[in-house]
């Protein structure tokens, strides 16, 4: 690992051209250990973080006190032990304070603060905004013409929040996997958290200020080869934990394991085809899964199912699972990393996301339940043009004049889309409903490789498993449902992640090369290197947020690792496969960290409860957590000592 440089050791001194005062202040103070950053330093994107700008030596006088960071609000400017360090007793200052100011923007921001605690005057011109406003567009290295952020009530704060706020400290290394740790996932009330690795244990863990383990399930007794991925229920009191099952190396077949956290008992098991889908809770006591049927050597249909989690009902009339969607799947593609966003929680107040970005050329976003981009007005029927379609290509089969043009493939996925176009039950088309929510999944139409997310609304009367398990609403026609939007990536999907208000879809993507044509759905395009993240508004369905890229991955599209990523009210984080872990600022898009691991660090997660508080799970086997330098200053600050009095009172009632 890296270490910051401790750049700065000697002592601050100005000295009068008129009369003999020589005052100085030391920095950091004498018995003072400053503190460094276990960060590793990303010169190409990540501003440097020189060292402790605001540790306990550089608290100034004129600052608003802060409850827990223990800055202080006095009347005088100290220096050292015994001694008052002021330019400005005899009066009149001899520099005015536009000469002061002037010089400040020639120095860093240490050297800023460092100055300020030289005199009150110094002191008053090191906190003005217009030149924190120029250190902080000059050190973070921001577009001019972005904003502050909208809640930021100060330049000087500002910068702040983004030094010394930002989970970058190494506090803890666990080391109890033995073997890669694939996926991270904390309780909503951030108390506990849950891992997963191919040592086929699912570990649960408590959240104190030294973390430690409370249980660990094997589930190798369940023919399991590992575990992937973990997520809470809503209340905490359920843990849906999702696994491979153990076979063929080229086995698609996983499991879901719903285990209750306060027995930590195994409550109910669902099979989950392919394993990928991964699996989520729609609601406190129901989960999706999903299935897998082959219809050709290309063409499938993937059925989502809805699932309760407490599968020993009384009677044999009350389902304990219901079929939500079927969805055909073109080109040797198949739904994958399902999740679920909640519509009611989108008028939360949120960043303004697209500062900083104009003339940004919107993602295509195809609005499926209003037709498609090539729909031109007054169509016919979907059944009449889909039976017309294939008529025509049977009869140019029958006639010789399209055999000559497509593959065998090809001719299979034209029929198939033909077939569907007959069979496939329109998007229901409800009046906003704030209690509707959105299932989001990665999916594809030009090869396996998952280069589009299909959003699939969910309404309220969908959201139980009361009724008819099979054929709800659907005719003797209507085979397949179809999609509500679906986003095309142009890029092999590697990771998806939801804001805290479930408004804004964050999305890991290798991208395809410009231009490039799948002429093999089993042989797509070459992926880049970089990572990029992008973000997409669920409200509006567009895409909101110039590209984020700093990461990066290696491996070619067959060994793709998925790479899980986490959001949080102000910073966006991500593993890679360069063994780092990566944090970004959301209004900003500038990367603020880049922390180390021995190997690809595969899932990032912040508590939903104190953003300055990351974890990150890499291959190396181990978990790692991170908090702010603002939270470690506290944490490790001495406790004050019990007065004399109450020290013998208590000796006393003892």
């Known amino acids: ?38 960060v590793s330093l990303c010169p190409r994107t990540c501003p440097p973080r020189p060292g ?31 001694q008052n360090v002021t330019m400005d007793e005899a009066g009149t200052p001899l520099l005015p304070d536009s000469l002061v100011y002037q010089i400040f923007l020639s120095l860093g921001p240490a050297d800023v603060l460092a100055a300020g605690l030289v005199c009150r005057q110094w002191q008053a011109v090191s906190r003005d905004e217009f030149l924190w406003r120029e250190q902080f567009y000059r050190y973070y290295q921001v577009a001019r013409d972005v904003p502050r952020h909208p809640a930021a009530t100060s330049w000087y704060e500002e910068f702040r929040r983004l030094y010394d706020m930002v989970p ?63 997520q809470f229920n809503r209340d905490d009191s359920l843990l849906l934990a999702s696994g491979v099952f153990l076979g063929p190396h080229n086995s698609s077949s996983g499991e879901i394991a719903v285990i209750s956290l306060d027995t930590f008992a195994l409550l109910s098991r669902v099979r989950n085809k392919p394993y990928d889908v991964f699996g989520c809770w729609l609601t406190e006591t129901s989960l999706i899964s999903g299935n897998l049927h082959r219809i050709g050597d290309i063409t499938s249909c993937s059925v989502l199912w809805l699932n309760n989690a407490f599968q020993d009902v009384e009677s044999e009339n009350v389902n304990v699972v219901k079929r939500l969607f079927k969805i055909q799947n073109l080109n040797a593609s198949t739904i994958r990393t399902v999740m679920v966003a909640d519509c009611s929680r989108f008028d939360s107040p949120d960043l303004l996301l697209d500062a900083g970005a104009p003339g940004m050329p919107p993602r295509r976003v195809f609005d499926l339940g209003s037709g498609g981009e090539d729909e031109v007005a007054g169509p016919a029927p979907a059944p009449v043009r889909g039976k017309e379609g294939l008529r025509r290509l049977l009869d140019g089969l029958l006639d010789g004049r399209a ?55 969910i309404l309220p009367h969908q959201m139980t498993t009361a009724g008819p398990v099979l054929g709800e609403g659907r005719g003797s026609d209507a085979f397949f449902d179809a999609l509500d939007h679906v986003i095309d990536v142009h890029g092999h999907i590697i990771g998806m992640g939801l804001s805290p208000d479930n408004r804004y879809l964050y999305v890991n993507s290798r991208a395809w090369p410009s231009g490039s044509v799948v002429a093999d759905p089993m042989q797509p395009p070459p992926i880049a290197e970089e990572i990029d993240l992008l973000v997409f508004d669920l409200k509006t369905m567009q895409e909101v947020k110039r590209a984020l890229r700093a990461h990066r991955a290696y491996t070619p599209n067959d060994e793709c690792f998925f ?32 922390l180390q691991h021995q190997d690809v660090v595969n899932s990032v997660v912040f508590s939903p409860q104190e953003q300055e508080l990351l974890l990150t799970a890499s291959d190396d086997a181990t978990i790692k957590a991170w908090r702010s330098p603002r939270t470690v200053r506290v944490h490790q600050a001495p406790r004050p000592r019990p007065s004399p009095f109450f020290s013998w009172f208590a000796s006393q009632r003892r």
Request: with cysteine; aromatic share 10%.
């Open 403 to 457: 055999q000559s043009q497509l593959s065998e493939r090809a001719l299979e996925t034209k029929v198939a889309e033909l077939l569907a176009q007959g069979r496939t039950k329109p998007p229901e088309r409800s009046t906003a409903d704030a209690r509707s929510k959105l299932l989001i999944f990665t999916t594809g139409c030009l090869t396996y490789s998952p280069h589009q997310i299909g959003i699939k609304q």
């Open 168 to 230: 970058c400290v190494e506090v803890q290394t666990l080391r109890e996997h033995t073997d890669q740790v694939l996926h991270l996932s904390f309780s909503h009330s951030g108390y506990q958290f849950a891992s997963c690795s191919k040592d086929c244990t699912v570990k649960i863990w408590n959240n104190d200020l030294t973390i430690s383990l409370v249980h660990s399930a094997d589930m190798r007794p369940y023919n399991w080869s590992y575990t992937q991925f973990s």
């Open 52 to 82: 402790p700008l605001w540790d306990e030596g550089l608290r100034s006088p004129g600052s608003a006190q802060h409850s827990t960071s223990g800055w202080t609000r006095t009347g005088v400017l100290r220096g050292p032990p015994g």
């Open 1 to 38: 690992m890296l270490t910051a440089p401790k750049p700065w050791g000697g002592k601050v001194r100005v000295t009068r051209v008129r009369g003999g005062h020589r005052p100085f202040v030391s920095w950091p103070p004498s018995g003072h250990q400053p503190w460094h950053p276990v």
């Open 563 to 594: 790479i899980f990523l986490d959001v949080s009210r102000d910073f966006v984080a991500s593993g890679a496969e360069d063994r780092h872990g990566y944090i970004w600022d959301r209004h900003y898009n500038i990367c603020l960290a880049k």
